[in-house]
């Protein structure tokens, strides 16, 4: 039972790193192993459209065949019982490497048939995890679902989980930031992040027993 996590945050240590490493910790606790990627460290493009996942006549049919440093990620994806994979909101969208993941994930596996059926054979179960700065919890549902769906229809169940009203600098003192109540900031991220961080975990370690009946050993 592998469960990968990946990190889609430029920031190795922060509000998405910390939930993607506690659902990995739920995951661990249940028994599963697991292996984390921080995609920013990674050099590695989207889709450039060649076509080569779609050619019948070719081994890298259902396969994306850019070879990169995303390519034994994907391959280490496509192969595992679960992904967690995290994203902060930026402008109202996932980040721009979290989307060059998804780009080279979903189109290798999407069939242009008139069903748009999806070429991968196994289905892996998946847990997105969204941070933002925004203190409304539904401000950016509709691209969450939307990231789901497209999820459900390529890769497998996928269930989502936010995290919102993030701290985004140690010191606000230094940067401006007058539009924040920093105080609210703070005593959010001592109250509630620490909660977000438990259902994170608990994310981690159903993902494990999704995963076991999804691909029963
Ligand atoms: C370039 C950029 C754009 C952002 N855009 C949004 C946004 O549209 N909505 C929002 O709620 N937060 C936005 N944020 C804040 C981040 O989503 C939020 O702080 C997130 O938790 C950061 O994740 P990290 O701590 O893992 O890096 C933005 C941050 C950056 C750097």
């Known amino acids: 039972m592998r469960i990968i996590g990946l990190n889609g945050s430029p920031r190795a240590q922060w509000n998405t790193a910390q939930m993607v490493e506690s659902a990995l910790d739920g995951a661990r606790d249940a028994g599963a192993q697991t292996k984390k990627y921080d995609l920013y460290k ?23 065949a850019m070879e990169d440093a995303l390519t034994p990620v994907l391959n280490d994806v496509l192969s595992a019982d679960g992904i967690v994979l995290g994203s902060p909101i930026y402008f109202g969208d996932l980040t721009a490497c979290v989307r060059a993941f998804l780009e080279r994930l979903w189109f290798a596996g999407l069939a242009y ?59 606000y003192a ?12 703070l005593r959010r991220h001592m109250n509630v992040f620490p909660e977000d961080l438990k259902k994170a975990y608990k994310v981690g370690r159903d993902l494990v027993s999704v995963a076991r009946k999804e691909n029963p050993v």
């Open 113 to 171: 048939n008139s069903d748009y059926t999806a070429v991968y054979e196994r289905r892996i179960p998946v847990r997105l995890i969204f941070t933002m700065n925004a203190p409304i919890e539904n401000f950016h549902r509709q691209l969450n679902e939307s990231v789901a769906s497209t999820m459900r229809n390529f890769i497998g169940e996928t269930e989502i989980l936010e995290a919102t009203d993030t701290l985004q600098f140690d010191d």
């Open 42 to 64: 990674l050099t590695f493009k989207g889709c450039s459209s060649c076509f080569e996942c779609k050619r019948l006549d070719y081994p890298s049919f259902g396969k994306c």
């Open 174 to 185: 230094r940067y401006e930031t007058s539009v924040f109540n920093v105080a609210a900031k």
